[in-house]
């Protein structure tokens, strides 16, 4: 999901901290901020998984998966495959199907070696599994992002928006770059977004009306507050919960 995945690649499971190993999530804000008392009127929802990203080590999964079990009857696990082979390509420099293939893998191995964490609360919640990849295949998701884009171009605020959480992510991942390569990061960093808020509308559109997510997503909560009424109205009435991960 957002851009601030970690680079650190492994077919097996993420190595843990060795201090923390325990952790407990907690609301660190909702968006819009009177959906805080009511969200959980809503019995589904779904979450938001960011590949490579040190948010999603085992344990920090189980604590964000504990957490939805004790709110929500059913939870759709939305994996970032396919919008990850930017990431890839931006800041390793990987080619496009190069990038896509391994994207793809991450994938897959992420939901091969966490699997049994969702299936520890499976008692208390459905979960279900819905890649990136096969929500952009449809033609919904294309026209979503077609709407998305060309609001991103004719809209200044939105598109600067979208551009300042790019260059947030790059400025920790960018030293000593020539401008140019700059500019071609931002570039598919706005990419980034744009394709998964379209996808994002879809899943709104098919009945999940909350996202879960551990950590910040300032554009989509500006959108979720009413700040960019140009945006897809299935962004505008999604309520974004951000989740903060407490070692103990």
């Known amino acids: 999901m957002a851009l601030d995945a970690q ?3 492994s077919p097996r499971r993420q190595l843990e901290p060795t201090r923390r190993t325990r952790y407990k999530a907690e609301i ?4 819009p901020a009177t959906s805080r008392t009511t969200f959980e009127q809503h019995d589904t929802c779904f979450l938001g998984v960011s590949l490579e990203n040190s948010n999603f080590t085992t344990a920090k999964l189980t604590s964000m998966v504990k957490w939805i079990s004790r709110r929500f009857a059913r939870c759709t696990v939305l994996v970032g495959d396919s919008i990850h082979r930017l990431t890839l390509e931006s800041t390793r420099g990987m080619a496009a199907e190069e990038a ?3 994207a793809l893998e991450l994938g897959r191995q992420f ?6 964490v969702f299936d520890e609360y499976g008692d208390a919640t459905a979960f279900t599994f819905l890649n990136c990849s096969d929500v952009q295949e449809g033609d919904e998701c294309a026209a979503f992002y077609d709407e998305l884009r060309t609001f991103f171009v004719k809209d200044e605020v939105f598109r600067s928006s979208v551009e300042s959480f790019g260059r947030a ?5 960018s030293h000593g770059i020539s401008e140019t390569e700059w500019e071609r990061r931002i570039r598919m960093s706005s990419e980034y977004f744009l394709e998964e808020f379209a996808v994002f509308a879809c899943l709104k559109r098919q009945g999940l009306p909350v996202m879960v997510y551990p950590g910040s997503f300032s554009t989509l909560s500006e959108i979720a507050r009413g700040e960019h009424p140009g945006a897809p109205e299935e962004l505008r009435d999604l309520i ?3 989740l903060h991960l407490k070692g103990r």
Do not use: Q
């Not at 660190?28 to 968006?31: I, N, Q, R």
């Not at 939901?111 to 049994?116: A, I």
């Not at 992510?169 to 991942?173: A, D, G, I, M, S």
């Open 169 to 173: 992510y790059h400025r920790k991942h």
């Open 28 to 31: 660190a804000s909702v968006s």
């Open 111 to 116: 939901l091969e070696n966490e699997r049994t």
């Open 7 to 9: 680079a650190v690649s």
């Open 100 to 102: 896509r293939e391994r």
């Open 240 to 242: 974004v919960v951000s």
